[in-house]
Each structure stands twice: as structure tokens, then as C-alpha cells.
């Protein structure tokens, strides 16, 4: 089973910017190849949300429309790493961040992912 580690969480000002990266062990998910990798986010008291993913072989991308036009998700293949560039933060975007990993096509539903990273916090202050 492949093991996600998120880094890259902190405290900024609003309109600010912060990376995340999410460093994966393999490639493999139950002996398939992956997928998408994706970043979700869970704020206290609320659902855990997409907020962006991409498709590991090919140059797809998706996004939140939240987040659509601030965040960038990107990979490095031979790192086995994807990373989320968050830029004019805001408040609401205070959250526990997640990565994720599926066998399938992107999905924008956390039940349908089958390896998740331990999270990394990210506070934006006003």
C-alpha cells in the first residue's frame, strides 16, 4: 500500500501564499498503477472537500471552483511528489489539508480514494 506524507502546512496572513507538497512511497495501489492524486481539505466542524486533483500519467487538472484561479496542483514523476501552491489565501481557506491517492480517474469524493496522506494544517489569519 502506498504511503502518502504531506508537508509543507503553516500560518500566513491573508493573501498570502503557502506550497504543500505530498511525497508518495510508490506508484501502486493495490497492484495497479495510480491514477489521481488529489488534495481535500477538512475544516473543524465541516466535511472534508476537494480542492484539487490531477491525473498521474497525462496533464489533466482539477479544481474547486473555491479555489480555481489561487491554487495550483502539479507533480514531479521521478519524486513521486504533487504539490498544491496556494496563493491569495483566505480565512476560509484555514483547514487540515490532505493528499490522496486512487487507482481511478479524478473524483471529487473522498470514499472513492484509496490512500490518504496524515494531513498538515493550514491557518490564514484576517
Known amino acids: 500500500q502506498v504511503q502518502l506524507v504531506e508537508s509543507g502546512g503553516g500560518l500566513v496572513q491573508a493573501g498570502g501564499s503557502l506550497g504543500l507538497s505530498c511525497a508518495a512511497s510508490?506508484?501502486?495501489?493495490?497492484?495497479?498503477?495510480?491514477?489521481?492524486m488529489g488534495w481535500f481539505r477538512q475544516a473543524p466542524g465541516k466535511e472534508r472537500e476537494f480542492v484539487a486533483a490531477?491525473?498521474?500519467?497525462?496533464?489533466?487538472?482539477y479544481y474547486a471552483d473555491s479555489v480555481k484561479g489561487r491554487f495550483t496542483i502539479s507533480r514531479d514523476n521521478p519524486k513521486k511528489t504533487v504539490y498544491l501552491q496556494m496563493n491569495s489565501l483566505k480565512p476560509e481557506d484555514t483547514a487540515v489539508y490532505y493528499c490522496?491517492?486512487?487507482?481511478?480517474?479524478?473524483?471529487?469524493?473522498?470514499?472513492?480514494?484509496?490512500?490518504w496522506g496524515q494531513g498538515t494544517q493550514v491557518t490564514v489569519s484576517s
Open positions: 490531477l491525473s498521474w500519467s497525462g496533464t489533466n487538472t
Open positions: 490522496a491517492a486512487r487507482t481511478g480517474p479524478w473524483s471529487t469524493r473522498p470514499l472513492d480514494y484509496d490512500a
Open positions: 510508490g506508484l501502486t495501489l493495490f497492484g495497479r498503477v495510480m491514477g489521481c
